[in-house]
């Protein structure tokens, strides 16, 4: 065999030979930047309090890795520690159901809760629009009647749905609410709320 067809033969054995020695690397490197990237925002979440900072590290891994578990969950958290709650539900959306598909039911719980508690929040929100901005004390009070299905010791739609049916003239209906707000205040030591239920329970009906 000529030395030139030796060495072209040497060649295709070689070329394949590094070049998956390259594509190695580059996998090794780039899950070593996913954990270097993780170390970096959980450190500026949870020692720095830095949740701005953090959000940053974990939104690096989830563009290199958009099934990152730990990264979607972790900038959730920091989204909500940045204060920012509407742009967080849709990444615990997702952790829900990556939680599910891997059986963490703690992960799922917590998950959940986030998710319930934000729905809570977004039909309380769209209630007192309803009631104080439109004035509008039905679609008021259906909004709060939804929060009650959710959680039905919700003490803020307790006491805006009683306002709700007051002012949509439904005394009657409103009364047990009132008795219900009067114990939940005295039970949280709500001293303001506590008398206005009370002078409320004076009238009649």
């Known amino acids: ?21 390259v594509i190695l690397g580059a996998s090794q490197a780039a899950a070593e930047t996913d954990e270097a990237l993780m170390k970096a925002g959980l450190e500026a979440l949870y020692t ?21 578990y730990g990264a979607t969950f972790q900038l959730a958290m920091a989204l909500d520690r940045a204060g920012k709650p509407a742009e967080a539900l849709p990444l615990w959306g997702k952790v ?9 039911k703690p992960t799922a719980a917590a998950a959940g809760a ?3 508690s934000a729905r809570q929040q977004e039909l ?3 209630g007192l629009d309803a009631l104080y901005g439109r004035r509008d004390p ?16 919700h003490y803020g739609a307790t006491f805006q749905l009683a306002m709700a049916l007051d002012r949509g ?23 303001d709320t506590a008398a206005a239920a009370r002078a409320r329970l004076a009238e009649q009906p």
């Open 48 to 68: 720095e309090r830095d949740p701005e900072a953090a959000a940053a590290q974990f939104r690096k891994v989830l563009a290199q890795n958009p099934t990152h």
């Open 138 to 153: 039905e679609a008021a009070a259906a909004q709060f009647r939804k929060v009650l299905e959710l959680n039905a010791t």
């Open 169 to 191: 003239g439904k005394r009657d209906e409103a009364r047990p609410l009132w008795e219900k707000v009067l114990k939940m205040a005295e039970g949280y030591d709500d001293k």
């Open 96 to 104: 829900l159901k990556m939680a599910d598909r891997y059986s963490d």
């Open 124 to 126: 309380m929100k769209e």
């Open 1 to 21: 065999m000529s030395y030139v067809k030796s060495m072209k033969k040497m060649a295709l054995v070689l070329v394949p030979a590094f070049l998956g020695i």
């Open 114 to 116: 986030r998710v319930e």
